[in-house]
C-alpha cells in the first residue's frame, strides 16, 4: 500500500490528493501544506511544511515512510525538491531541477529547442539591458514579445504597443523586483504569433509519454478575455477537432516525444508532467509553435485533465504513481474521453487586493456531475472561509463542453455554491461553445 507525499496547496493539488485518495493501492495521503479542503479529503492529512523546504520535506519523508511523492508547483521543481528526495530513493512525480530548466530558463528552453528542432518562434537572447535595447532598435513593437528569464509566477511576459513601453519594461525587467527579479539574469525577446493558443500535457517515465487531452485556459480575469492577467480564470478539456485538426494533433504529439527524447539524449531524464503551451501560428500555416514549456501540471487544467481521465476510465493515481517509478508503457490513452470544464471562482480584488475571511456556502451539498477543488481556503471555527484569489473551482463533467459547462454554472449562485462578491467568468469553454 502506498503512502503518498503531494507538495503544493492550490486547486491543482487538490485534485491531485483527491485521486491519490480515490485510489485502492493508497492507503494515506499527506499534503504540504495544502488548504482546508485537502485536509478534509478521505485518508488525508494536511502537514505545515512549505513547497521548497527542502530539510523540512526529506526529513518528513523519512519520518512518515512515505512510499512516493508527487510535485505540484514549479517553484518546489526549480528549487530541486525532486533531486533531494530521489537521493534518498524515493519515486517521485516530477522532474529534477536540470530538466526543470524547461520552465526556469526561457534562454534554456529556447537554446533547447533549437539543439533539437523543435518549432520556437523565431527569437533573441540579450544578458544585458544594452544589448536587449540592441536587439529591439529597429523593430516595430507590436512585432514581438518581451520575456524574462526566469520564474515570475506568471507575469514574466509582456506584448509591447510601442516603442518606450518596451524600452521601460525592458529596463525594469533588467534591474528591478517588478518580474520577481525574474529579468536580472537575462531577457527572451521573441517573434510575436497570431493564432489559437492550446496546452498539451504528456506524463513522462523519462522515456515514454501518455498524452492528455488537450486544453484551453482562460487567463483573463473577465469575461470576453478583458481585464489583467491571472493564473487561470477556468479551463476545458478536451479541446474539439474545430479547433485542433488531426494534423496539427500529430505533429503536437511528435513535439511532445521529441523533447522527451532530446531531454534523455542530454543526460537528464524528465519524469513527471510536461505541459507545452503552443500556438497554431496563423504565420505558419497554423501549424503548432511552442511559446513556452511548464514542468509541472497547469492550474486550472490539472482540474479538468485529471478529473476527465477518470471519468473516461484511466486509474490516474496508478498513471502518475507507475511514471514516477518509471514505467508507463502499459497504459493507453482511453477510446473516448469525458469532457469537462472548470470555473474558477475567485473573491472580490483578485488578483491585487484579494478579500478574506468570507464564508463559503453549498460546499455540504452534492451537484450532478460537478467536483469542487478548493485552493484559497480556510477554516474559522468550524466554518470554511475565502483565503485568498482563486478560492474554488466547480468542475462540471459531460459528453459534451456544453453539458459540462451548464453542469458547472448549475452548482453556483444563491442556490449551490456561493460567498459575499464572489467573481467568476460566465464564458469559460467560449473558444469550443462558439463554433
Ligand atoms: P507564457 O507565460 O510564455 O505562456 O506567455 C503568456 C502569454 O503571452 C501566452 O499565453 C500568450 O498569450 C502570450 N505570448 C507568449 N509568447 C508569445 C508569442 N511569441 N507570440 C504571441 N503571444 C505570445
Ligand atoms: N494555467 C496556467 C498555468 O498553470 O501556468
Not at 165 to 189: C, H, N, P, R, Y
Not at 319 to 339: C, G, K, M
Request: aromatic share 6%; charged share 20%; hydrophobic share 40%.
Amino acid at each position: 500500500m502506498e503512502i503518498v507525499l503531494v507538495i503544493g496547496s492550490g486547486g491543482r493539488e487538490y485534485e491531485l490528493a483527491r485521486q491519490m485518495a480515490l485510489s485502492k493501492k493508497v492507503k494515506k495521503v499527506y499534503i504540504a501544506p495544502g488548504n482546508a479542503g485537502t485536509a478534509k479529503l478521505p485518508k488525508s492529512e494536511n502537514v505545515p511544511i512549505g513547497p521548497v523546504a527542502i530539510d523540512e520535506l526529506t526529513a518528513f519523508v523519512k519520518d512518515a515512510a512515505i512510499s512516493a511523492v508527487i510535485i505540484g508547483p514549479d517553484a518546489s521543481v526549480a528549487a530541486g525538491v525532486g533531486d533531494a528526495i530521489r537521493e534518498l530513493r524515493v519515486p517521485v512525480f516530477g522532474p529534477n531541477q536540470a530538466p526543470g530548466r524547461l520552465e526556469s530558463s526561457k534562454a534554456y528552453a529556447a537554446d533547447f529547442m533549437s539543439r533539437h528542432s523543435i518549432p520556437q518562434p523565431e527569437h533573441w537572447t540579450a544578458s544585458t539591458l544594452q544589448e536587449a535595447l540592441e536587439i529591439i532598435k529597429d523593430k516595430n513593437p507590436t512585432s514581438y514579445v518581451l520575456k524574462a528569464d526566469g520564474l515570475a509566477a506568471g507575469k514574466g511576459v509582456v506584448l509591447p504597443d510601442t516603442g518606450s513601453e518596451a524600452q521601460e519594461v525592458l529596463a525594469a525587467m533588467f534591474s528591478s523586483d517588478a518580474f520577481d527579479g525574474a529579468g536580472k539574469t537575462g531577457v527572451v525577446i521573441q517573434e510575436r504569433l497570431h493564432g489559437p493558443e492550446v496546452s498539451a500535457f504528456a506524463v513522462s517515465d523519462g522515456t515514454n509519454i501518455f498524452m492528455l487531452p488537450f486544453a484551453q485556459d482562460h487567463k483573463r480575469l473577465n469575461d470576453h478575455d478583458q481585464g489583467p492577467n491571472t493564473g487561470g480564470m477556468g479551463a476545458y478539456c478536451p479541446v474539439p477537432a474545430s479547433i485542433i485538426s488531426y494534423r496539427q494533433a500529430v505533429k503536437i504529439q511528435a513535439i511532445a516525444q521529441k523533447t522527451i527524447a532530446g531531454i534523455k539524449t542530454e543526460g537528464t531524464p524528465y519524469k513527471g508532467v510536461l505541459y507545452i503551451g503552443l500556438m497554431l501560428a496563423k504565420e505558419r500555416g497554423g501549424d503548432p509553435v511552442v511559446i513556452e514549456y511548464n514542468a509541472r501540471f497547469g492550474d486550472p487544467e490539472a482540474q479538468v485533465l485529471l478529473t476527465s481521465m477518470q471519468k473516461s476510465g484511466v486509474d490516474v493515481a496508478d498513471l502518475l504513481l507507475s511514471a514516477a517509478r518509471e514505467d508507463i508503457s502499459h497504459f493507453a490513452v482511453p477510446p473516448s474521453i469525458t469532457t469537462a470544464v472548470t470555473v474558477a471562482v475567485a473573491t472580490s480584488g483578485y488578483p491585487d487586493n484579494p478579500r478574506k475571511g468570507d464564508e463559503i456556502f453549498g460546499l455540504d451539498k452534492q451537484y450532478p456531475d460537478v467536483i469542487v477543488q478548493q485552493a484559497g481556503t480556510a477554516m474559522d471555527g468550524d466554518k470554511i472561509v475565502t483565503s485568498g484569489g482563486r478560492v474554488l473551482y466547480v468542475t462540471g463533467t459531460g459528453d459534451s463542453v456544453l453539458a459540462a459547462s451548464k453542469a458547472a454554472y448549475g452548482a453556483l449562485g444563491r442556490q449551490g455554491i456561493h460567498f459575499k462578491d464572489m467573481h467568476y467568468r460566465t464564458d469559460i469553454a467560449w473558444q469550443a461553445l462558439e463554433r
